[in-house]
């Protein structure tokens, strides 16, 4: 009987070695398609590409994402959970407003990963994503000082989301400048106009 268990602990240490393992491959992989993302552009974001970058085998990564549209979600999901975060810890609206914006300029990886969502998809990474976007509303709604308990209140943190999604590609791509506004100037409006 003693040797039984001894085999059984031996074989479940080595299954959650192997589980730490992926975990860490996952995240490597995931790693070095932020790298490639910042250099090429998440909508020209390759496997092969990422696959190098990581050190892995093209063929591999499959094993831990089905296609570049999973691996674009994984990416985007990363972020909208730290989107989330930063948000809680700004405080406040305007702070949340600006930490998202900073943010968001810095990727593009959640614009991206939109042509990835397929209508009522349901996949893991899907799911993964839709979790954190509600989340990163949650923690907007939850930044402008009372929840979004209607359905209007609902309505007004998807569009002050919307509107920070779309001043941070408007600053990113330079087309914010070039008409004469500041990112700055426009958070301050979104800020008045949103306020509880």
């Known amino acids: 009987m003693i040797p039984a268990m001894v085999e059984a602990a031996v074989q479940k240490r080595q299954g959650g070695g192997r589980a730490a393992a992926k975990a860490a491959s996952r995240n ?4 070095a398609a932020r790298r490639v993302a910042a250099r090429d552009g998440a909508r020209d974001l390759s496997l092969r ?6 050190g892995f085998a093209p063929a591999a990564l499959y094993g831990y994402f089905r296609s570049k549209d999973e691996l674009l979600l994984a990416l ?8 989330a975060r930063v948000m809680k810890e700004a405080g406040g609206l305007a702070n949340a407003s600006a930490a998202a914006l900073a943010l968001l300029k810095g990727t593009e990886t959640i614009a ?15 799911r993964l994503f839709n979790g ?23 309505c007004d943190v998807v569009l002050m ?3 920070l999604s779309g001043l941070a590609m408007l600053s990113r791509s330079g087309r914010l400048s070039a008409l004469g506004f500041t990112p700055e100037e426009i958070l301050a409006r979104l800020d008045t106009r949103f306020e509880a």
Do not use: M, T, W
């Open 161 to 163: 989301a919307a509107s």
């Open 132 to 154: 954190r976007l509600i989340a990163a509303l949650k923690a907007l709604s939850d930044a402008r000082g009372f929840p979004a308990d209607s359905r209007q209140s609902q």
């Open 112 to 126: 991206a990963a939109s042509g990835a969502l397929a209508e009522g998809g349901n996949s893991d990474a899907e």
């Open 49 to 54: 590409g990422v696959a190098a970058a990581a």
């Open 76 to 83: 985007a999901a990363d972020d909208l959970g730290r989107l």
């Open 28 to 31: 490597a992989i995931l790693e």
